[in-house]
């Protein structure tokens, strides 16, 4: 495959705990196979950067859990988890309200991303 770069659009969090986890899930299967990949955080899927927030993850039904797929991805990976600056606004969230991997970005880097790479939604 030529192209193994990767954004991944993550919509869902609090929501859909099973989604969002099925995305880190499928990525840290990609990222073994030496992909390169990107997370960009819109909606409730902004969530999953807060401080916190997906050691309380409890409720969710699948795949590892949540808290163990983001710590692979971000920390064994070293992948970036770019939270849409909008949505980060409408929620309060500040980048001292997240985790390290997490930094704030605006729509227009999402769309930058999605010009050279192939892109993945949940």
Request: with cysteine; charged share 25%.
């Amino acid at each position: 495959m030529e192209n193994k770069e990767f954004v991944f659009i993550i919509t869902h969090s609090y929501d859909d705990p099973a989604k969002a986890a099925a995305a880190f899930q499928l990525a840290t299967n990609m990222l073994a196979f030496d992909a390169k990949i990107d997370f960009f955080l819109l909606n409730e899927g902004a969530f999953i950067a807060k401080k916190g927030f997906v050691e309380s993850v409890s409720w969710q039904k699948g795949f590892s859990p949540l808290k163990d797929l983001v710590k692979t991805v971000t920390e064994d990976f070293g992948c970036k988890l770019y939270v849409c600056a909008s949505c980060a606004d409408s929620y309060g969230m500040k980048k001292d309200d997240m985790i390290d991997a997490a930094e704030i970005k605006p729509g227009s880097y999402l769309g930058e991303l999605l010009m050279s790479r192939q892109n993945v939604t949940f």
